[in-house]
């Protein structure tokens, strides 16, 4: 009885340890966690477990039982012994697998794609560099704008005919109130920043425009033109030419020329029309500049007296110069893009490229 007793223990002993091990997972090489071996050592053999039993009960039988009973059930306990403490060994010799573990450090990485700037971001971010290397301040105004900043203080009265040189669109107004527009031109900020500014002052405006447009590969009703306004006392068209000349050499990364060509803004007295060399051919004259070496970039100009009445300073006090470039513009040319449309698309084939 009790031999078969404790014959029954022990196969019951080797299916559970093999239970164990197989709970350990693949992963683990048929190894059972060191909790359940430990748990399996008290069952099978500690001081509650049903093989002490039958050692204690051992002393009730003859004593030639008493010999074999004796004889099995210590062999027996020895041999669970025995196994737990070599599924132990195995258990601390392997828990670091080197060949499962291994990493194949060449193996390429998963990308990440990260997202990445607008070319109009690119290019506004580069001209900001440049122009803060040179002591300039940003400054920014609001898209939505009155006539005033937008026209009046510009030099530009109503029912002048030089309204009809930039159509914009207005917004609904309540009766008796003024109709508010999207502001076609970052001059519109020059106004805003002197009423609270003395000369001398230098900043950009790099910014949001608008226009009622009817749109082509150069034209779009939405763009960003960037605004260049300097105060001061002795400023003059020397320095204009010069500081667009430094601004270009270093945007293009390449020496560029400058020239002027009269032209008519209410705003500056004397304007001009305002050319690049050809960042392409130099000057020499290519398809890019349709064989005539100069690019037409925008407006400039001395400050007109007026627009610094406007803004409350004294007449004939200070001189500046102004001028309103396309950032559109500026990136078309450095990365050689066609269209202007393109920008406000919101095609990802032509985002994906920058
Ligand atoms: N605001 C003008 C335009 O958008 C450009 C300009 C700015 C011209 C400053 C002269 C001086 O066309």
Redesign the pocket.
Known sequence: MLKEKIENLKKQFLAEIEKISAQGGSASGGRPSDEALFELEKKYTGRKSEFIGILKSLKDLSPEEKKQIGELANNTKNQIWEIIKNKRQEISENSFDAEKEKIDVTIPGKKKSAGHFNPISLVRRDIEDIFVSMGYEIADGPEVETGWYNFDALNIPKDHPARDM?DTFFLDAKDGEEKLSMRS???AVQARYMEKNKPPLRIIVPGKCYRREATDTTHDHTFY?F?ALIAGENVNVGNLKFTAQEFFSAFFKQDVTVRLRPSY?P??EP?FEFDISCTVCGGKGCRACKGGGWLEI????MVNQNVFVSAGYPRNKYQGF???FGLERLAMMKYKIDDVRLFHSGDLRFIKQF
């Open positions: 930039q031109q970052t001059s033109q605004e803004f705003f500056v304007g925008g407006g400039a100009g102004a001028w309103g």
